[in-house]
């Protein structure tokens, strides 16, 4: 008698377990074929463009310029600074929708800046391919603005102090 107990609570037991992973295997089917959210307009320009970028911190502010170049598959960039020393370089895989730091500084090597500014980063880096100004603010008050730069760096600004129509 306990011999047929036990047998019949080991084949309840398979069987609440195959139905389980009958069950999760259904899930993780259709969770692959789920729509996932609509993309951000793609604009691929293999040509590199310039932003002006600039992250304002409670305690200061580290203001540069942002080389990028947007591709089929990734975005790739580095931020400067105004003296030309290069902070970081990044990689945005689109596949994936990972980002890569590579060459920080010193000063952004630590483990909990990287973090920081891999998850930053990883969230507005694909709106460089949409071509607009952004911004973007984290949770520590930390901001990211980012602005294209013109593509014609040869215009002049004119100042009114040097028109002077008056000349005798």
Request: proline share 2%; aromatic share 20%; charged share 15%.
């Given at each position: 008698m306990s011999q047929l107990r036990t047998l019949r609570w080991i084949s309840t037991k398979l069987l609440l377990g195959a139905i389980f992973a009958l069950c999760l295997?259904?899930?993780?089917?259709?969770?692959?074929n789920a729509p996932s959210a609509p993309p951000l307009p793609w604009v691929v320009t293999d040509s590199a463009t310039t932003?002006?970028?600039q992250i304002t911190m409670p305690r200061g502010n580290l203001s540069g310029l942002c080389v990028v170049r947007v591709r089929h598959d990734s975005i790739v960039g580095a931020w400067v600074n105004e003296?030309?020393?290069?902070?970081?370089?990044?990689?945005?895989?689109?596949?994936?929708?990972r980002i890569r730091l590579a060459h920080l500084i010193p000063p952004l090597r630590r483990f909990f800046l990287r973090r920081m500014l891999k998850?930053?980063?990883?969230?507005?880096?694909?709106?460089?391919a949409t071509g607009q100004t952004f911004s973007h603010q984290?949770?520590?008050?930390?901001r990211y603005d980012f602005a294209p730069l013109p593509l014609d760096t040869t215009q002049t600004v004119q100042d009114s102090t040097f028109s002077d129509t008056t000349a005798p």
């Open positions: 295997l259904t899930a993780c089917s259709t969770a692959q932003w002006s970028a003296f030309g020393v290069q902070a970081f370089d990044f990689t945005y895989e689109r596949q994936r929708q998850k930053d980063f990883q969230t507005f880096v694909p709106h460089f984290n949770r520590h008050g930390i």
